[in-house]
């Protein structure tokens, strides 16, 4: 705490890509992913500083929809904390999920209160995009996976086809993984 206000964390999109830009393969496959899981420090910092996840109904429906469990669960299985999914359709209860619906930037604070000054830690591309688009994100964190995957869905599409500037905070390795991480220029 500073003074009388609590410390906010930030908004960090952390993804897993392919070398030709895709974070899932066709029809969503997410199994690749797990061929490259291997002990990584930028991982388990991302995992160390989220103290909620704000993901997008897709992803949401292919965690549910995965046949490996290790796909159902936050990375991996390895974080535990608020989840919340924006979506614009109802669901069924999910005590492991909170629904909303509405602005991105509500969507957004109502997870960075719930992650207690931790970071908010954004799953999907969609909506990913949301917050780029409205100034939301921080910082993003890519993994860059030694994988050509020729189709999926991309890392990022613009709506508008503005572009946005980054500033490379670092680049790593861990294994076989590239570590990228970015700041969103201001």
Same mark, same amino acid.
């Given at each position: ?5 609590v410390?906010s ?9 392919s070398l ?10 997410m199994?690749?992913?797990f061929?490259?899981?291997e ?8 995992i160390?500083?989220?103290g909620?996840i704000l993901?997008g109904?897709n ?6 929809r995965a046949q490996?469990?290790?796909?159902r ?17 109802a669901?069924?209860? *999910?005590?492991?999920?909170? +629904? /909303? ?8 604070a109502?997870?960075?209160? #719930?992650a207690? !000054?931790?970071?908010?830690n ?7 995009r ?5 100034g939301?994100? *921080?910082e993003?964190?890519v +993994? /860059?996976?030694?994988?050509l995957?020729g189709e999926?869905?991309?890392l990022f599409? #613009?709506s508008? !086809?503005a572009?946005?500037?980054?500033e490379?905070?670092?680049v790593?390795q ?9 700041r969103?220029a201001?």
């Open positions: 705490m500073e003074g009388n206000r410390k964390g930030k908004v960090v999109w952390s993804v897993t890509m030709d830009g895709f974070i899932a393969g066709a029809d969503n496959n199994e690749w992913v061929q490259y899981a002990p990584n420090p930028l991982v388990d910092e991302v160390r500083t989220t909620a993901a109904r992803s949401y429906e292919v965690g549910q490996r469990p290790e796909l669960e936050a990375f991996g299985g390895g974080w535990h904390g608020p989840q919340f999914v924006l979506t614009h359709t669901h069924a209860e *999910d005590p492991a999920n909170i +629904f /909303l619906s509405g602005d991105i930037r509500q969507a957004v109502t997870a960075l209160e #719930a207690g !000054g931790k970071n908010v954004v799953i999907g591309a969609d909506v990913a949301q917050c780029l688009e409205a939301l994100i *921080d993003i964190v +993994f /860059l996976a030694p994988l995957l999926g869905v991309r599409s #613009a508008n !086809g572009p946005i500037k980054l490379t905070i670092s790593t861990s294994g076989q993984v590239g570590n990228l991480r970015y969103v201001r």
